[in-house]
């Protein structure tokens, strides 16, 4: 059988990379399509031999400016040729689910997220964009939305990495999904069976959604100590927000290896996690690792923690409702209700082998 994977971009590696690589597992012979392809920073998980991009990789600067390039994209991802696959499977939060595949050949995508910026957050981005970018997104998100919406008919079979996206493919696309939640590596995490020490963790990337300022704030204000994990464009703006409380201790790794992120997770009273995620694979690697989630109770954590059982909810993006979340946690964990085994065996049910039986039997099944 003859394999295609087919996939957004291949610039830097993260989570919806890692879903790339779990498809290789099951298909390990297959070709990769994808719109740019930085090699320097992904040959060691993509080898050059294996990946196709568009015609896009030949514009100068692509894989800097890809992002730039939504109008190119639906031509960019009709332009291959695959009519020579028996199977063709799409990893998609953009355009990759758009490519043309013949009536014979069964076509199945893995969407991440319909396009956020064409559909429920395109007021978001449309406010917080230069003059240009909304100059140009008034005119051209129309036709992007048509193409969107046609191109998803096309797919035999959908898969969405959570209910919270299988609800927004049936509002943009009127199509069902099933659902795969994303995999996660749960061989590699575990507890490391000593009691938690004093301190919470914050850790994503430092940008506007994921509120990492909440954590910050909210810590700040109740005087706990806050470990603070990675990097990005608000770094600054974050240690300037820190610096202003004096009683307590919050501190900045910076980036560090997986080993000492791993650290952290198993020492921590809790992971603070304040984003809206579609899925969000970080709070289930801390469940790994026996720890609960303080997390905002809205998106993919409804899905991946359970009150009172793995962690606790706040219901608001606000500092109040962290502080109160925080509050109650410490009442639940001095009564004993956060067990590490319940936890870590709630983890272990998004293992990366559960992936790739369930995208196998799904991409299967029409050929069949």
């Given amino acids: 059988m003859k394999v295609a994977i087919v996939h957004d971009w291949l610039t ?99 969407v991440h997220s319909p396009m956020r910026y064409a559909w429920d957050l395109y ?27 046609i191109s998803s008919q096309r797919i035999d079979a959908i898969a969405a990495n959570s209910s919270y996206i299988k609800r927004r493919i049936k509002k943009f696309w009127n199509r069902d999904a099933q659902v795969i939640f994303p995999p996660v590596d749960t061989e590699r995490l575990g507890p490391d069976g000593l009691p938690p020490e004093d301190f919470y963790v914050a850790f994503s990337r430092f940008v506007p959604y994921k509120r990492i300022d909440l954590a910050i704030k909210a810590c700040g204000e109740l005087g706990k100590k806050l470990i603070v994990i990675g990097s990005g464009s608000q ?24 080993e000492e992120v791993s650290a952290y997770l198993q020492k921590c009273k809790a992971l603070i996690f304040s984003a809206e995620e579609d899925f969000g694979i970080i709070p289930v690697e801390v469940q790994c690792c026996g720890r609960p989630v303080i997390a905002y109770g809205k998106g993919g954590a409804l899905e991946t923690v ?19 979340a925080i509050l109650r946690f410490e009442e639940l964990s001095r009564n004993g209700a956060f067990d590490v085994k319940t936890i870590t ?24």
Avoid at 62 to 81: G, I, Q, R, V
Avoid at 239 to 258: C, E, H, M
Avoid at 351 to 360: D, G, L
Wanted: aromatic share 14%; proline share 3%; with cysteine.
């Fill in 345 to 368: 065996d709630h983890a272990k049910t998004f293992s990366a082998q559960r992936f790739r039986e369930e995208i196998k039997e799904l991409a299967e099944r029409g050929l069949r």
């Fill in 12 to 110: 830097t590696y993260g989570g919806a990379e890692r879903v790339v690589e779990e498809m290789l597992k099951v298909y390990p012979e297959a070709d990769i399509y994808t719109l740019v392809y930085d090699e320097k920073k992904m040959s060691r998980h993509f080898p050059k031999e294996k990946v196709h991009a568009s015609f896009v990789q030949k514009i100068p600067f692509s894989k800097k400016l890809y992002t730039k390039l939504l109008f190119l994209m639906p031509k960019a991802f009709e332009s291959f040729d695959l009519t020579s696959y028996n199977l063709v499977i799409a990893s998609s939060s953009c355009c990759a689910k758009g490519v043309i595949t013949s009536p014979d050949t069964r076509f199945v995508a893995y």
């Fill in 123 to 149: 007021y978001d981005y449309f406010r917080s964009s230069g003059f240009l970018t909304r100059f140009f997104m008034k005119r051209m998100m129309g036709k992007i939305r048509q193409w969107d919406y």
């Fill in 306 to 324: 359970k009150d009172g059982i793995t962690g606790v909810y706040f219901d608001r993006q606000e500092t109040s409702s962290v502080k109160e």
């Fill in 235 to 258: 770094e600054a703006e974050l240690k300037k927000l820190a610096s202003s409380y004096k009683n307590s201790v919050i501190t900045f790794t910076g980036r560090i290896s997986d």
